[in-house]
């Protein structure tokens, strides 16, 4: 163990990305119990007031104030560019890492379809459950029928739902083709939805954040919660769309896609690369080494 490289070094992208935990030595376990310290405080705050609300109306704040906080005291500075819709809105970011949660749920107050890992995390996945957030397995063929009806309730009761159309997490440098089942909530189209996609850039943090390949949602957990210093995402919010100009779930995906690798494009400043692990979930093959070298 005492061969590995810091875990807070772009060195230790690979090794973590193998689901080797990463010691990340006595100021990095400060970091964690202090942070998860400042959470739990948070929690018996916000949690009280959240079901008091409950008993008044529906949309309780208190969620998204937790994300919020959340993203604050892990190190995050969330600058956010354009409009993000308030309510009768589908979000389609591109997702990069369990994190991209607090980040976007803290700025929408939106519900989410999450991998179930997630709704393992103790703070966050108990929160997210309570902004009724949809968790899918990822080593199981997903139930579409149930997803769909969930979406809908929570559609009815957050007005506005994030999902990740890949289906899975890449390194902030590429893009997955959309998979659309899970779109088939807006066949038809609920009346006065519209479409906004998202992009959820990390800069020059993103491949590290990333929530890779073998790496459990503990051990990445873990190593955000033990980074030191800030650093900042950029929560583009892209022109909104009325899905019913765009018939069908493949074109609703398409036009989405279109516009999310643009500015992905635009912020990396190059073109985006195939992403390198495989991802037998949704069916993702990774380019042979020639390719990646190329790329």
Not at 113 to 136: D, H, P, Q, S, Y
Not at 177 to 182: G, I, Q, R
Not at 265 to 278: D, W
Request: charged share 20%.
């Amino acid at each position: 163990m005492s061969g590995l490289p810091r875990f807070d070094s772009n060195e230790a992208i690979p090794i973590a990305a193998a689901g080797t935990p990463l010691p990340v030595g006595l100021t990095g376990e400060l970091r964690i119990w202090g942070r998860s310290l400042l959470l739990g405080l948070a929690m018996l705050v916000v949690v009280p007031l959240h079901y008091l609300f409950r008993l008044i109306k529906y949309g309780s704040p208190f969620p998204m104030y937790f994300l919020r906080w959340t993203a604050w005291v892990v190190g995050a500075r969330v600058r956010v560019h354009g409009v993000p819709l308030k309510r009768d809105v589908f979000f389609m970011p591109n997702h990069v890492s369990w994190f991209d949660i607090p980040v976007l749920g803290g700025i929408t107050g939106s519900a989410f379809v999450a991998r179930a890992e997630i709704g393992e995390m103790f703070m966050l996945g108990w929160m997210a459950r309570l902004n009724r957030t949809v968790f899918t397995k990822r080593e199981a063929k997903l139930n579409i029928a149930e997803q769909i009806n969930a979406l809908r309730e929570a559609l009815a009761d957050n007005w506005s739902v994030v999902i990740f159309p890949e289906g899975t997490v890449t390194d902030g440098h590429s893009l997955l083709p959309f998979k659309t089942s899970m779109i088939s909530v807006l066949e038809p189209p609920p009346p006065e939805m519209l479409v906004q996609p998202v992009v959820i850039d990390y800069g020059p943090v993103a491949e590290w954040i990333a929530w890779l390949d073998q790496e459990t949602g503990i051990n990445n957990a873990r190593r955000i919660f033990a980074r030191p210093g800030t650093f900042t995402v950029n929560l583009c919010f892209l022109d909104p769309f009325d899905p019913h100009d765009f018939p069908g779930r493949k074109n609703i995906a398409a036009q989405a896609r279109k516009q999310i690798e643009e500015r992905l494009i635009a912020a990396l400043g190059k073109p985006l690369r195939p992403f390198r692990y495989e991802l037998p979930m949704v069916g993702y093959k990774a380019p042979r080494d020639e390719a990646l070298e190329s790329a």
